[in-house]
């Protein structure tokens, strides 16, 4: 069995078929004599082209067998046809000529019930003059049946099959003994074409017929389609070719070729932050607050951004699970205009605030927590913030904390971190009291986006993937602080030759 | 012009209180985002399983854009309901998820949540079904906005999702 696939229409197909009869080697003598006067039978086939076999011929003549406009088309076409003792005869897909083996009902003698019931529903099927309906609701039943009837998916398949009929004339009658040498099948929507068995390529098939004398044939399957011209050739590619290439620019004129850049010696930074979950704080009704802190070197167009609120979130599960499924998009710019590297990069740090809102609106802080962004390099981070509470000493503040609340009891949320003011040696947290509280999941994206990048020869973009922002920004940057020592030359001699012009 | 293809289904929902949901998604993106080919909204079938409380719904997503700037990075914006046995649909969360920047295949959790109305409004869905909507859907896409919101955890709406960058190099853009 071969299948192909060909762009091209099934009616070029074309099939040459030689069938003879060879000598049984095992046979007497005398039965090679009989077989010699046999010469091969040499046969080209069209694509569902009819060819009558010798039972066929003589079935169509009688007008009496022709009820159907098929019968009668055949009927038509065997009157006219000249008699001839050939072999080879065809059924085209309109003779609904069908084996039983095909497919896969499998020809064993065991019968299942599961193989009953399915012939139940067929046959039921067949009696209800059954179409599927090609429509957008959901049928079960339709469903089953079709994939029932097509089980190897949804192929259309028309058939042909090129016979021999290697009968022998009892008396009078001929005796018809029909065998298949070749089943074609094609489906039109797949352009997909089953040849079985396939074309022959060096040894013929043979066909063993066990009568009173054994037979034997041998027959060949050869594709016989015309090829294409080379210049027909050609001319296809290239129409192909200016058919793609006006695809192409089609769908150029709908996108366009512009993209947003950042300007020279900037470097955007693009953060999709994602607070996804909070979970066992002490209080329900959680919401969380964020403020990114942008240290110097860093911009932000819309600072607006930089600080937010998630909304009030209730949780009915043990541990007080809260989904804040909150995601924003921020966008950094870093400006590059240190030639020498020399100072290191100083990160952007996120900071959170748990706060709960009770029923009689109590604000309670519930934890506090930071992470620094990731912005080094781009890709995807998952981070689960373990946060603390700030607790200050002695009962008086429990109650407050119980009776009204104590939101915002801390003066700077930085202090988490390392504190805005600080300039000593060491962090001394030493004195403060504070409670472990729950912790809160987040998502961040990071993209980043530089006209550096763009200049970078593209055949290290292997080895970047290891390097960090610094080192790729540092080595174009000394490029950059080059070009921009050219340009200040260049405008400075502009300016000298106006002076040099006035004077 | 960047381009990304987003291919991937709608996995399962896990979590809601009740079976019987369907989901309703759509693609949310900037104003330099253009969907070249695809469907960028749909609504799955009505789900329920029948050995564990995870709805799956297994619905597909193909759709492909083009861009012109980074901003407004395509998300997810999905709204699951709850079709009871009177055939009201009851609304059982909102959910806003941001698609990978980086190509690859994600399995990505989409945690939702729905508005959680007062002591009175909660008596009467009790009972009576139906429950607090939001008016203006836009809220869950602005983040300035979504403060006013009083909101009750549901469920987990997952997404498997295979992105696919193109050209985004040739604009300076680092993704990995």
Known sequence: ??????????????????????????????????????????????????????????????????????????????????????????????????????????????????????????????????????????????????????????????????????????????????????????????????????????????????????????????????????????????????????????????????????????????????LLTARKFEYNDIYVQYFIDLPKDWFCKDPSTLKGTTQTSHSSSDDNLSYLGFPFEICLEYNIQDPAGTHLIKTPCIYFEVISKDSWDRFRTEGLTYTILPVARPGSYRYNLHCLRICPKGPYSNLRRFFIGDCSSYNDITWTSVPEQFDSKVINKYGTDTVGTGEISIHINVVHQSQNFMADTRDEASCKHDKFILENLNKSSLIKSIEQVVEAFKIAKRKMIEVRKNV | MAEIHIIGQILSGKGFPKQNLFCKWSFQYGNNWKVISGRKEGQTQVESSEFDDNCKWCFPIDIHFATRGIQGWPKIYIQVYHLDWLGRSQLFGYGFLTIPTSPGNYVLDCFTWRPFGSLRERFIQFFMGGGPQLKYPDLVFSASDRYKLNTETMGIVTFEINVILRNFQKFGVEYM
């Open chain 1, 1 to 274: 069995m071969a299948i192909y696939r060909s762009s091209d229409d099934i009616n070029n197909l074309r099939i040459r078929v030689k069938i003879r009869e060879v000598p049984d080697e095992s046979a007497h003598d005398e039965a090679k004599e009989v077989n010699e006067d046999i010469d091969g039978e040499t046969k080209m086939i069209d694509w569902q082209q009819k060819i009558y076999g010798k039972f066929e011929r003589e079935f169509y003549k009688d007008k009496k067998n022709c009820v159907t406009d098929l019968e009668k088309r055949y009927h038509q076409d065997v009157v006219n046809l000249i008699q001839n003792d050939d072999v080879l005869f065809t059924y085209v897909n309109e003779d609904e000529f069908s084996l039983v083996a095909e497919g896969c009902v499998s020809n064993s003698k065991i019968i299942t019930e599961l193989h009953k019931q399915v012939n139940n529903v067929l046959f039921m099927e067949d009696e209800q003059e059954f179409v599927f309906k090609n429509t957008d609701v959901f049928d079960f039943k339709e469903s089953l049946i079709h994939s029932l009837k097509n089980p190897f998916g949804s192929y259309n398949f028309e058939t042909m099959h090129i016979m021999a009929d290697l009968g022998e004339y009892v008396g009078d009658t001929w005796l018809k003994a029909e065998y298949i040498l070749c089943t074609i099948k094609y489906d039109r929507t797949q352009k997909l074409f089953i040849v079985f068995p396939d074309f022959t390529s060096f040894e013929p098939y043979y066909i063993q017929i066990q009568g009173d004398v054994r037979r034997i044939f041998q027959y060949y399957i050869e594709n016989a389609s015309e090829t294409v011209p080379i210049d027909a050739l050609l001319k296809e590619n290239e129409i192909v070719n200016k058919i793609a290439a006006y695809q192409a620019k089609l769908k150029l004129q709908k996108t366009g070729i512009n993209f947003d850049l950042p300007s020279k010696n900037k470097l955007n930074v693009y953060l999709f932050i994602e």
